[in-house]
């Protein structure tokens, strides 16, 4: 009589093992280099784009939207002159 147990099937040392499966939903970074500008305000904005590297996709949408939000701001402001209290964007 033999104890040793059997192997099952396909999981010997030469058996072929497939490949393991993809998530495509998982987060992964994108190893995107982010340079600074030396403007502390945009580059706040810019280094927060790596918020997305750790979220899903789904997620990256509000990570897009606030940078968008806060460097639209920080372009308003320079084109604000100082002293004024008129809008940049408003007619007269």
Given at each position: ?92
């Amino acid at each position: 009589m033999n104890d040793a147990v059997p192997e099952a099937e396909g999981t010997g040392p030469d058996a072929v093992q497939p490949p393991p499966e993809d998530d495509p939903a998982a987060p992964a970074p994108l190893g995107v280099p982010r340079t600074p500008t030396g403007h502390p305000e945009v580059d706040a904005r810019v280094e927060r784009l790596a918020d997305a590297d750790h979220l899903t996709t789904d997620g990256h949408v509000e990570v897009y939207e606030d940078v968008h939000r806060g460097l639209r701001d920080a372009l308003t402001a320079l084109d604000a002159r100082p002293g004024s209290t008129r809008h940049p964007t408003t007619t007269p």
